[in-house]
């Protein structure tokens, strides 16, 4: 059974199967709303209104009306989740820029320069309720959740887990993710989808191995 308080985000397989999954960072989040190139098909956010829905069901928990986007502005946030896409992909396999850059680059310049523009403007302010707990901040916009996602980037790419961004060992999956394990031995975007996958067919390897 899912947990749907859990950090992270309920996704959906091909089959249509839904699986937890936690990518141990808010800029992670962003990346499976879709991407460049051939990620491009997955797009989910057409609209102001797609971002936002995102916003509830990340780990910041925002609910409708507290950050205002627009057009331009999902426009951006866009563009700043497909130069992370590229970073980050690259950071997986040991880089600090994405491989064409070795023949343009131009490219990888491109993505930082993007991440810092994004990160220069103001974050979303935290707000803390009466009780004590977390609240949702005054009314924002897509700049200010621009910024809180490219800050969290950097905050990333520069820090002690920098060396621990991975990407899914399935084959067939190309999600990303931060090891923030005590033990740094993650190997699957999820234990309930990837990592069952490769149990069953290591099981059943193992089966025919013996029949044989």
């Known amino acids: 059974m899912i947990d749907e308080r859990a950090p992270g985000l309920v996704l959906h397989s091909p089959g249509g199967a839904r699986f937890h999954f936690d990518p141990g960072t808010l800029c992670l989040e962003l990346l499976p709303t879709g991407g460049p190139g051939p990620y491009a098909r997955y797009e989910v956010l057409h ?3 797609d971002l936002v829905e995102w916003l ?3 780990r910041l928990g925002l609910p409708p009306g507290a950050v205002r986007i627009s057009d331009a502005q999902l426009t951006a946030v866009r563009a700043l989740r497909d130069a992370l896409w590229r970073l980050t ?3 997986a396999r040991g880089a600090t820029v994405p491989s064409d850059a070795a023949t ?3 490219s990888g310049a491109a993505d930082y320069a ?3 523009r994004a990160a220069a403007r103001p974050p979303l302010a935290p707000q803390i309720a009466p009780d004590g707990t977390a609240t949702a901040p005054l009314p924002g916009d897509g700049d200010q959740l621009a910024s809180t996602v490219a800050r969290d980037a950097i905050a990333l790419f520069t820090g002690p887990h920098a060396d621990r961004i991975r990407e ?3 084959d067939d999956c190309q999600l990303l993710f931060v090891d923030t394990s005590r033990p ?3 190997r699957w975007c999820s234990m309930e989808r990837c990592g069952n996958r490769h149990k069953v067919r290591a099981l059943r390897a193992r089966r025919e191995q013996n029949d044989a």
């Open 47 to 49: 609209r102001p209104a």
């Open 56 to 58: 509830g069901q990340s």
């Open 89 to 91: 992909a690259a950071r």
């Open 104 to 106: 343009d680059p131009a």
């Open 114 to 116: 993007v991440l810092n």
């Open 168 to 170: 899914c060992g399935a």
């Open 184 to 186: 740094g031995r993650r």
